[in-house]
């Protein structure tokens, strides 16, 4: 297959050329790219009902940075690791930095918990316990010396606050709670990094929720300051939510921080990116190439939890997909676009759209990992390599994961 695709780039190169694409350049920022896995998607997860363990997942931060690093040599375009506190927690940050350096990674994003403690039933910062606010904060806090240490740049922040029932809560004194919690966390960022802020509609709490949309994460950054940026996760929206069209608006405005990418069918399903979504991720890239400088910061990350599919072939999976959606993004005939969006061209349009979608862009892809020295077929070599084989007989199978998450 790796042959086949090799074989079939110096037509589609050519054929490339003929419709005005400079190909060397679309190979250029093919390498550059940057998607960061999460510690937390090679470990064992599951749903509420049951977490199957796999062979060799994942125990500690350690395994999982090594993990993390076995997956940027395999693809060459996943050098960051995003953490998630405590879930990895350990006494010295430095040495940590070395380490996922020793595996060729960085320390991305850094991730508070604040939907675990016992004292977050009623939420975290938005908890109406004024002890419990603060116990929240301070953990936020400590997430930034964290980034400190670790040389992360991106402090990732996500609230499972808000309620369940009518009446259960003030809707605006929750509202004033969040401000002050994120307007004291801002003063604490490390210099040069940014505060990204995440939303989701609904889950755990089924009655408000205190960050539920896109907008209510850009008017808390509006007041924030440069350094507060909204987080798009792909699976936190309603269903026939354009993506899209939120994430056009966010980068033009500047608001765009980052992504953390998955697929749904129905709620937060938190599958392998692209799965069920591939037209919208391209629509998504499209914006991103469109947008040119204003998404230059913008941070590429995956989001999945896995339930019942082998972690590490799963977060390649999900890469390879960022890629293809990507190169497909950078294949689209802006020119022709433009005239047609010009013209009302409606169909034309479209055509110009669907003509980059409907490229083949493996030889593409198969060329450009050659070229940087990378196997051409990622998925091949980690079924032929012996380190998720050699990882299960370490590792082992973990014994008694019940449900929940992390297992
Ligand atoms: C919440 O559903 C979320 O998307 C947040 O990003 C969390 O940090 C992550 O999942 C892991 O639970
Ligand atoms: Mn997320």
Same mark, same amino acid.
């Given at each position: 297959?790796?042959?086949?695709?090799?074989?079939?780039?110096?037509?589609?190169?050519?054929?490339? &050329?003929?419709?005005?694409?400079?190909?060397?350049?679309?190979?250029?920022?093919?390498?550059?790219?940057?998607?960061?896995?999460?510690?937390?998607?090679?470990?064992?997860?599951?749903?509420?009902?049951?977490?199957?363990?796999?062979?060799?997942?994942?125990?500690?931060?350690?395994?999982?940075?090594?993990?993390?690093?076995?997956?940027?040599?395999?693809?060459?375009?996943?050098?960051?690791?995003?953490?998630?506190?405590?879930?990895?927690?350990?006494?010295?940050?430095?040495?940590?930095?070395?380490?996922?350096?020793?595996?060729?990674?960085?320390?991305?994003? #850094?991730?508070?918990?604040?939907?675990?403690?016992?004292?977050?039933?009623?939420?975290? #910062?938005?908890?109406?316990?004024?002890?419990? &606010?603060? &116990?929240?904060?301070?953990?936020?806090?400590?997430?930034?010396?964290?980034?400190?240490?670790?040389?992360?740049?991106?402090?990732?922040?996500?609230?499972?606050?808000?309620?369940?029932?009518?009446?259960?809560?003030?809707?605006?004194?929750?509202?004033?709670?969040?401000?002050?919690?994120?307007?004291?966390?801002?003063?604490?960022?490390?210099?040069?990094? +940014?505060?990204?802020?995440?939303?989701?509609?609904?889950?755990?709490?089924?009655?408000?929720?205190?960050?539920?949309?896109?907008?209510?994460?850009?008017?808390?950054?509006?007041?924030?300051?440069?350094?507060?940026?909204?987080? #798009?996760?792909?699976?936190?929206?309603?269903?026939?939510?354009?993506?899209?069209?939120?994430?056009?608006?966010?980068?033009?405005?500047?608001?765009?921080?980052?992504?953390?990418?998955?697929?749904?069918?129905?709620?937060?399903?938190?599958?392998?990116?692209?799965?069920?979504?591939?037209?919208?991720?391209?629509?998504?890239?499209?914006?991103?190439?469109?947008?040119?400088?204003?998404?230059?910061?913008?941070?590429?990350?995956?989001?999945?939890?896995?339930?019942?599919?082998?972690?590490?072939?799963?977060?390649?999976?999900? #890469?390879?997909?960022? &890629?293809?959606?990507?190169?497909?993004?950078?294949?689209?005939? +802006?020119?022709?676009?433009?005239?047609?969006?010009?013209?009302?061209?409606?169909?034309?349009?479209?055509?110009? @759209? @669907?003509?980059?979608?409907?490229?083949?862009?493996?030889?593409?892809?198969?060329?450009?990992?050659?070229?940087?020295?990378?196997?051409?077929?990622?998925?091949?070599?980690?079924?032929?390599?012996?380190?998720?084989?050699?990882?299960?007989?370490?590792?082992?199978?973990?014994?008694?994961?019940?449900?929940?998450?992390?297992?």
């Amino acid at each position: 297959m790796t042959d086949e695709h090799l074989a079939a780039y110096p037509a589609l190169a050519e054929r490339l &050329q003929k419709r005005g694409i400079n190909v060397e350049d679309v190979k250029d920022k093919l390498k550059k790219q940057h998607i960061e896995t999460p510690s937390w998607g090679y470990g064992n997860s599951g749903t509420r009902f049951k977490v199957f363990a796999w062979p060799g997942a994942a125990r500690n931060i350690h395994e999982r940075l090594a993990d993390a690093g076995y997956i940027h040599k395999l693809t060459g375009v996943a050098p960051s690791v995003a953490i998630h506190i405590p879930w990895d927690k350990t006494e010295d940050y430095s040495a940590l930095r070395q380490e996922a350096q020793s595996h060729g990674i960085e320390i991305g994003a #850094v991730n508070p918990n604040l939907f675990q403690d016992e004292e977050y039933k009623l939420g975290s #910062v938005c908890n109406p316990s004024p002890a419990t &606010q603060e &116990q929240a904060l301070a953990h936020m806090i400590e997430c930034c010396e964290i980034m400190e240490k670790t040389g992360s740049k991106l402090l990732s922040l996500w609230f499972a606050d808000g309620t369940n029932y009518a009446g259960q809560d003030s809707v605006v004194d929750r509202k004033h709670r969040m401000e002050n919690a994120l307007r004291e966390t801002y003063k604490h960022l490390p210099k040069g990094s +940014r505060m990204l802020v995440e939303y989701k509609f609904f889950e755990p709490a089924f009655f408000t929720t205190d960050i539920p949309d896109w907008g209510t994460a850009y008017a808390l950054c509006l007041k924030l300051g440069d350094q507060a940026q909204v987080l #798009v996760d792909t699976g936190h929206h309603a269903q026939g939510t354009n993506i899209p069209m939120i994430v056009a608006y966010l980068l033009d405005e500047g608001k765009l921080g980052g992504f953390h990418f998955n697929a749904r069918q129905y709620a937060d399903d938190d599958l392998i990116v692209g799965t069920t979504n591939p037209f919208e991720l391209f629509n998504i890239f499209h914006e991103l190439v469109s947008a040119g400088d204003k998404a230059k910061d913008v941070a590429y990350m995956i989001d999945q939890s896995h339930n019942i599919e082998p972690k590490l072939e799963a977060m390649l999976q999900s #890469v390879i997909h960022c &890629q293809v959606a990507y190169a497909k993004a950078l294949l689209v005939d +802006r020119k022709a676009l433009a005239e047609a969006q010009r013209g009302g061209d409606v169909l034309g349009a479209y055509r110009v @759209m @669907m003509e980059a979608y409907d490229t083949d862009v493996r030889p593409l892809l198969a060329k450009i990992r050659q070229e940087m020295g990378i196997d051409p077929d990622p998925i091949g070599v980690y079924r032929k390599d012996d380190y998720a084989r050699r990882v299960a007989k370490e590792r082992g199978v973990a014994s008694g994961a019940l449900g929940g998450f992390p297992g």
